[in-house]
C-alpha cells in the first residue's frame, strides 16, 4: 500500500502487480509533463511524457494518465519487476518559453520479489 | 554519445570551506540546468544558464553561484558551506532555451561536516 513518511511517499507492491503513482501540479498553464526515474545512485532519467493536449499516453510497460480538471498526472506501471524500484518525479513544464521545469516531491517505489 | 557527466561524484568539505562543482552536457546542447536534492527530498532548482547567460535562478542565498563556458560546461560554486549544503548536486542539460526534457547527470554528493 501506499504510505506518506517524513519525507518520500513510499509504494509498496508485490513483483508482477501493477503500480500506479500519482502526481499532483500547481501551475494551470503547464503544458507538458515528463516522468523521471532516479535509482539509486544515479541522476533521474527520462521514462515518459506527455502534453496538455492528451490525457493518456502509453510506452513500454507504463501509461501516463492526464486530468488537466484537477491538475492530476499518474503512472502506471504494469508487471512491476525489481528492477522498477526507485525514485519517480514528475515535472510540470510550459512549452517554448523560459519557465523552469518543477519536480513533485517523488515517490518511492520499492517491489517486493 | 556521452550523457552529461559531472565531477567529483563525491566530495566532503567542513564548514565555512568553499566548493566547485563541474557539469559537461551532452554534446550540441546548450543550456545547463543546476538542482539541489537534499536526501530524502525532491528536485530544488538552483540555477540555469543558456548561452553562457545565467537566465534563472532558484530561491537560494548569492553564496551559490556559478557559469557557463563558451564549450557549454558549467561549474556550481558554494562559498561559506553550511551543514544543510549536504546534498546530491545534479546538473541536467537541454537543447536550449524552450527546449523542455532535462537530461540528467549522477549527480556530486557533497557532505559538509
Known amino acids: 500500500g501506499e504510505s506518506v513518511g517524513l519525507h518520500l511517499p513510499t509504494l509498496s507492491v508485490q513483483e508482477g502487480d501493477n503500480s500506479i503513482i500519482n502526481c499532483a501540479y500547481s501551475?494551470?498553464?503547464?503544458?507538458?509533463f515528463i516522468w523521471y526515474k532516479q535509482e539509486s545512485g544515479k541522476g533521474p532519467q527520462f521514462i515518459i511524457d506527455?502534453?496538455?493536449?492528451?490525457d493518456k499516453r502509453q510506452g513500454q510497460r507504463v501509461t501516463v494518465l492526464l486530468n488537466k480538471t484537477v491538475k492530476h498526472l499518474s503512472l502506471q506501471i504494469a508487471a512491476t519487476q525489481p528492477g522498477d524500484s526507485a525514485v519517480y518525479f514528475c515535472?510540470?513544464?510550459?512549452?517554448?518559453?523560459?519557465?523552469?521545469?518543477?519536480f513533485g516531491r517523488g515517490t518511492s517505489l520499492i517491489v517486493h520479489p | 554519445e556521452a550523457g552529461v557527466t559531472q565531477s567529483p561524484t563525491h566530495l566532503i568539505k567542513t564548514r565555512g570551506q568553499q566548493v566547485t562543482l563541474r557539469c559537461s552536457p551532452i554534446?550540441?546542447?546548450?543550456?545547463v540546468y543546476w538542482y539541489q536534492q537534499a536526501l530524502g527530498l525532491g528536485l530544488q532548482f538552483l540555477l540555469w544558464?543558456?548561452?553562457?547567460?545565467e537566465r534563472n535562478r532558484g530561491n537560494f542565498p548569492p553564496r551559490f553561484s556559478g557559469r557557463q563556458f563558451p564549450n557549454y560546461s558549467s561549474e556550481l560554486n558554494v562559498n561559506a558551506l553550511e551543514l544543510e549544503d549536504s546534498a546530491l548536486y545534479l546538473c541536467?542539460?537541454?537543447w536550449g532555451q524552450g527546449s523542455e526534457k532535462l537530461f540528467f547527470g549522477s549527480g556530486t554528493q557533497l557532505s559538509v561536516l
Open positions: 541536467a542539460s537541454s
Open positions: 501551475n494551470s498553464a503547464s503544458d507538458y
Open positions: 506527455i502534453r496538455s493536449n492528451m
Open positions: 515535472a510540470e513544464n510550459i512549452s517554448g518559453g523560459s519557465y523552469i521545469p518543477t
Open positions: 554534446s550540441g546542447h546548450t543550456s
Open positions: 544558464y543558456d548561452e553562457g547567460e
